[in-house]
């Protein structure tokens, strides 16, 4: 996540074709954040940004395939690998109840339900059947899985993450 309101959403991985198509990777796992007519921003690795439009979007393999509009040719998508892809905050959905925004989570605290501190969210990432939060506390890492038996609380307002981690977690 980009401070402020900004979310990255993705990350364009190349071309696709001669006619400006491109290859996306979807933060988010889904289409819903690309749907036509959603003005995306592109921030170049030199901090650049550039605003375009969806015209027309597929799922492509583990990718999404995204045409633009005002990008028609294969040379000008070509430029553009390797930019994020930035939404503001206000424009995403409010997630269900019980599930959480990966970026929402990277940094709260962690504690087993005695109390204890076990460290601070530092990243996550997904197995298929649910997503991981990668909890350090100095050297030491833990990875705890998201289900419901063992994630408890979530207080986004207090920055806590209640959990109650099985014997042979720790």
Same mark, same amino acid.
């Given at each position: 996540m980009?401070? %402020? %309101?900004? !979310?990255? +959403?993705?990350?364009?991985v190349?071309?696709?074709? @001669?006619?400006?198509c !491109?290859?996306?990777?979807?933060?988010?796992?889904? &289409?819903?954040?690309?749907?036509?007519?959603?003005? +995306?921003?592109?921030?170049?690795?030199?901090g650049? @940004?550039k605003t375009?439009?969806?015209?027309? =979007?597929e799922p492509y393999?583990?990718?999404?395939?995204i045409?633009? /509009?005002? !990008?028609?040719d294969r040379?000008?998508a /070509?430029?553009? =690998?390797?930019?994020?892809? !930035?939404?503001?905050?206000?424009? &995403?959905p409010e997630?269900?109840?019980g599930?959480?925004?990966?970026?929402?989570l990277i940094?709260l605290a962690?504690?087993?339900v005695?109390?204890?501190?076990?460290?601070?969210v530092?990243?996550?990432?997904?197995?298929?059947s649910?997503?991981? *939060? =990668?909890?350090?506390?100095? %050297?030491?890492?833990? *990875?705890?899985?998201?289900?419901a038996? +063992? =994630?408890c609380?979530v207080?986004?307002e207090e920055?806590?993450?209640?959990?109650?981690?099985?014997?042979g977690?720790?």
């Amino acid at each position: 996540m980009i401070k %402020d %309101d900004t !979310l990255l +959403i993705g990350k364009i991985v190349g071309v696709h074709g @001669m006619k400006g198509c !491109l290859k996306v990777y979807s933060f988010d796992g889904s &289409m819903d954040l690309f749907g036509p007519g959603r003005q +995306i921003r592109f921030k170049r690795g030199s901090g650049e @940004m550039k605003t375009y439009t969806v015209k027309e =979007v597929e799922p492509y393999k583990k990718f999404l395939r995204i045409v633009f /509009e005002d !990008l028609s040719d294969r040379t000008a998508a /070509e430029s553009l =690998v390797g930019c994020e892809l !930035l939404i503001n905050r206000s424009e &995403m959905p409010e997630p269900e109840a019980g599930r959480w925004y990966w970026c929402d989570l990277i940094g709260l605290a962690v504690y087993q339900v005695d109390g204890a501190y076990l460290g601070h969210v530092e990243n996550l990432f997904e197995t298929g059947s649910n997503d991981v *939060l =990668v909890v350090k506390q100095g %050297d030491t890492e833990i *990875l705890i899985p998201v289900i419901a038996s +063992i =994630v408890c609380d979530v207080d986004l307002e207090e920055k806590k993450i209640k959990v109650d981690l099985p014997d042979g977690l720790l």
